[in-house]
């Protein structure tokens, strides 16, 4: 029989037939052997966006957190309404810092692999970001980092190269003891809070920190440190209702690096809307930002910590940038994303996109880089070698065992005293035995 023969009972008037529903799960637009369209950005061109007052509305920055605050163009050339008279002496600070972050994370990185050190996270392409921004910091401002903002502590003069390597070897001049994670330094007089490894946490702290600030009525400001991935945890939303409600001076940086670990960006819900988005959308004021171009760095940080100071509430900057490298020395990227993807990220690199502004202004020369490249490179190299001097991984020149135990109460109690004193005498038996075995008794 024709199935048209039947009639359609009740069709006119029923439901209609139920759509099957669809789970959707965000894929990256590249992988292993074809390449990344980077289409999915949403870039603007340089000097496309607006620069509002810094006492605007949050609603007000809107399309703002949907735009890309740019000011270098692809010739070099310093352009739109971010745009401001540099001192070329502050550019050329801010471009040797740069230049040195690279170079301690390609020797940290080296040492790691020769198991100098246990373990290295480099920053490499997204060194514009933190070594801008702290050249806008002002002293006592503090800082809640994660491990990729090196370059707040590199950019500085008064935190000597060789103590954070000491750190990172963990050594007997390590000044953290080997109690953290090598890259997770702690600098309270740089204003570098201890790193947590446990993300996210970094950004309820410094609302905290940052409304504690206010309640005391003091003038310092915090700078919160978050990466792409980790927003998707609730301490971020958290954070951000926070400090809406009590306009807690703090600014809040997400780093968008396009990759958390092996999972991308979208996944932590970078899709259809943008991290800066969800500042707005909080009451937050923010910016979307070129990250990779130092010169629209320092101009974001500047009007977001400016905004905080003057007591007209929190801003958010999302910074949109790429990991270069590796997550860690653990991880290795060819496996999830194109090799060539960073060579073909369309925001280019930091440190190459200063020199040409530079050059371009007549203020910098490639001799100049070259000689500057060489000086840091010695300067960092002299570094590590007074590092290694007080040992390194490798030779056992670690923190004396008893470290373990103090600094938690100020006298020791009496169960900590013990457990020390079951150690250091299993210890020493195992010496012993090992001197007995030398000596064939
Ligand atoms: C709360 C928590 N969850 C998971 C981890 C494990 N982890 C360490 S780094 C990382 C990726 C974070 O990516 P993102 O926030 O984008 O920062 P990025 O590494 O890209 O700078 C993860 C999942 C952690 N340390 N803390
Ligand atoms: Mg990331």
Not at 38 to 42: E, G
């Given at each position: 029989m024709d199935p048209s023969d039947h009639p359609t009972p009740a069709a006119a008037s029923g439901p209609p037939p139920a759509e099957v529903l669809r789970l959707h799960v965000p894929e990256p637009t590249g992988r292993p052997g074809h390449a990344t369209d980077?289409?999915?950005?949403?870039l603007a061109k340089a000097g496309a966006a607006r620069r509002p007052p810094v006492?605007?509305?949050?609603?007000?920055t809107f399309d703002l957190a949907y735009s890309l605050v740019r000011v270098l163009d692809d010739d070099g050339n310093a352009v739109g309404p971010w745009a401001a008279a540099e001192d070329p002496a502050l550019l050329k600070r801010g471009l040797r810092a740069m230049m040195k972050t690279r170079i301690f994370d390609t020797r940290m990185q080296m040492a790691q692999r020769q198991k100098k050190v246990s373990f290295y996270m480099q920053c490499l392409g997204e060194e514009a970001i933190a070594n801008a921004h702290a050249l806008v910091l002002q002293p006592g401002d503090m800082c809640f980092p994660?491990?990729?903002?090196q370059g707040l502590l590199l950019a500085?003069?008064?935190?000597?190269m060789a103590s954070l390597m000491c750190q990172l070897m963990s050594n007997e001049l390590d000044p953290l003891k080997g109690r953290?994670?090598?890259?997770m330094y702690s600098i309270k007089r740089a204003g570098f809070f201890s790193i947590s490894?446990?993300?996210?946490t970094q950004f309820i702290q410094a609302v905290g920190w940052a409304m504690a600030s206010a309640i005391k009525g003091d003038t310092k400001v915090a700078s919160a440190w978050i990466g792409d991935g980790a927003t998707a945890e609730s301490d971020f939303h958290t954070a951000l209702t926070f400090a809406h409600v009590y306009r807690a001076p703090v600014v809040l940086n997400v780093?968008?690096?396009?990759?958390?670990i092996s999972t991308f960006q979208a996944i932590a819900?970078?899709?259809?809307?943008?991290?800066?988005a969800r500042g707005v959308g909080c009451g937050i004021a923010s910016l979307r930002v070129d990250g990779n171009d130092f010169l629209a760095c320092l101009a974001a940080s500047r009007w977001a910590l400016e905004r905080t100071r003057r007591n007209l509430g929190p801003a958010l900057i999302e910074w949109v940038t790429y990991r270069?490298?590796?997550?860690?020395?653990?991880?290795?990227p060819t496996r999830y994303r194109p090799g060539d993807d960073w060579q073909r990220f369309?925001?280019?690199?930091p440190i190459t996109r200063l020199k040409l502004h530079l050059i371009a202004n007549g203020q910098w020369t490639d001799a100049d880089h070259d000689a500057a490249q060489r000086e840091l490179e010695a300067e960092v190299l002299a570094a590590q070698k007074e590092a290694e001097s007080h040992g390194t991984l490798l030779d056992g020149?670690?923190?004396?065992?008893?470290t373990m135990f103090?600094?938690?109460?100020q006298t020791m109690p009496p169960h900590l005293r013990a457990q020390l004193a079951e150690v250091q005498a299993e210890v020493q038996a195992k010496t012993h035995a090992k001197e007995g075995a030398r000596h064939g008794r």
């Open positions: 980077f289409s999915y950005l949403h006492d605007t509305a949050p609603v007000d994660t491990y990729r903002q500085r003069d008064d935190v000597p953290q994670l090598p890259v490894g446990n993300l996210a780093v968008n690096n396009q990759w958390a819900g970078g899709e259809s809307t943008t991290f800066a270069g490298g590796a997550h860690s020395t653990a991880d290795d369309p925001l280019g690199d020149h670690i923190p004396p065992l008893e103090e600094d938690v109460y």
